[in-house]
């Protein structure tokens, strides 16, 4: 199974800030990789496929990069709204596997 | 709108069975195939399986063959994820999610169930 790695584990931050979350896969796994953010008590919901590309309804603020082995989200501003954890997930190949999650937290 | 609505919190006694259920709506049930992914109390994400409403077939993660079955009613846009011989470490919350491409399987998930709850305890 691919092993999805996702660092750091938590990270604190202010509203407007730029924060990027990076996520390691332990093969190549060329452009297959997607971003979840989850609020607690919620499930998750899908913000980026294919590495890069935006899924419809989620604000430009929120981009995703790599490909490979490395991969990195980024929000450019945070808004109050975006404090929550994020999971990337790889789906080159079955089984899916996701990383384990960064938590941001208001600082 | 598109909506995965599950069944609601279960709890359950060690080695019993659990059967999820997600009803689908505002989309074409048979087009797009289903995934169950479940999440452990404070952990992350872990795939089941999928399951094809097409077809009926199925693909279950190899952490859970030989206890998973994954089904359908076409009559009610529902499908059903029935796990078996349960211990703890099944407590956790369990969705379903749909395919983001109908006809193909491209292994990401636009659309979650709320997570239906199971816990298993003596």
């Known amino acids: 199974d691919i092993q999805m790695t996702q660092s750091p584990s938590s990270l604190s931050a202010s509203v407007g800030d730029r924060v990027t979350i990076t996520c390691r896969a332990s093969q190549g796994i060329r452009t297959y990789l997607n971003w979840y953010q989850q609020k607690p008590g919620k499930a998750p919901r899908f913000l980026i496929y294919a590495a890069s590309t935006l899924q419809s309804g989620v604000p430009s603020r929120f981009s995703g990069s790599g490909s490979g082995t490395d991969f990195t989200l980024t929000i450019s501003s945070l808004q109050p709204e975006d404090f929550a954890t994020y999971f990337c997930?790889?789906?080159?190949?079955?089984?899916?596997?996701f990383g384990q999650g960064t938590r941001l937290d208001i600082k | 709108q598109v909506q995965l609505v599950q069944s609601g919190a279960e709890m359950k006694k060690p080695g019993a069975s659990v059967k999820v259920s997600c009803k689908t709506s505002?989309?074409?049930?048979?087009?797009?195939?289903l995934h169950w992914v479940r999440q452990a109390p404070g952990q992350g994400l872990e795939w089941m399986g999928w399951?094809?409403?097409?077809?009926?077939?199925?693909n279950y993660a190899q952490n859970f063959q030989g206890r998973v079955t994954m089904t359908r009613d076409m009559s009610t846009n529902t499908a059903y994820m029935e796990l078996s011989r349960l211990g703890s470490d099944d407590t956790a919350v369990y969705y379903c999610?749909?395919?983001?491409?109908?006809?193909?399987?491209?292994?990401?998930?636009?659309?979650w169930g709320q997570g239906s709850l199971v816990t298993v305890s003596s």
């Open positions: 999610a749909r395919d983001a491409l109908q006809w193909q399987l491209h292994y990401y998930f636009d659309y």
């Open positions: 505002g989309y074409t049930f048979t087009y797009f195939y």
């Open positions: 997930q790889q789906s080159y190949s079955s089984p899916v596997t």
């Open positions: 399951f094809n409403p097409n077809s009926g077939d199925t």
